[in-house]
Nanobody, 119 residues
Framework: QVHLVESGGGLVQPGGSLRLSCAAS????????MGWYRQAPGKQRELVAT???????NYAEDVKGRFTISRDNAKETVYLQMNHLKPEDTGVYYC?????????????WGQGTQVTVSA
């Protein structure tokens, strides 16, 4: 199985920056996409950004231009650089990885890391 461990969350002032990291371990073969989701209190979990092995990325409209996702395939690690943070960015950020095995897709989730944007 795949294990995902997030790190880098914390408390930051509005306008500040944080860099999240997600390391994948275990049976990481056939992972074709990794990314980040977040869940604010009282809200549904939502997509933040995803990235495939080629480096092509997809972003939620709310974070586009502020966040940058990157991936180190050799380290099986994905990063999320978050700049110009807003209070609305507050939430638990979850690392995500998808595997394609035969004709099945397997989704994996980390335990989450808390990001709090507050003055």
């Amino acid at each position: 199985q795949v294990h995902l461990v997030e790190s880098g969350g914390g408390l930051v002032q509005p306008g500040g920056s944080l860099r999240l990291s997600c390391a994948a371990s275990g049976t990481t073969r056939y992972i074709y996409v990794m990314g980040w989701y977040r869940q604010a209190p009282g809200k549904q979990r939502e997509l933040v950004a995803t990235i495939i092995q080629s480096g092509s990325a997809n972003y939620a409209e709310d974070v586009k231009g502020r966040f940058t996702i990157s991936r180190d395939n050799a380290k099986e690690t994905v990063y999320l650089q978050m700049n110009h943070l807003k209070p609305e960015d507050t939430g638990v950020y979850y690392c995500y990885a998808a595997q394609s095995v035969l004709d099945d897709e397997h989704d994996h989730w980390g335990q989450g890391t808390q990001v709090t944007v507050s003055a």
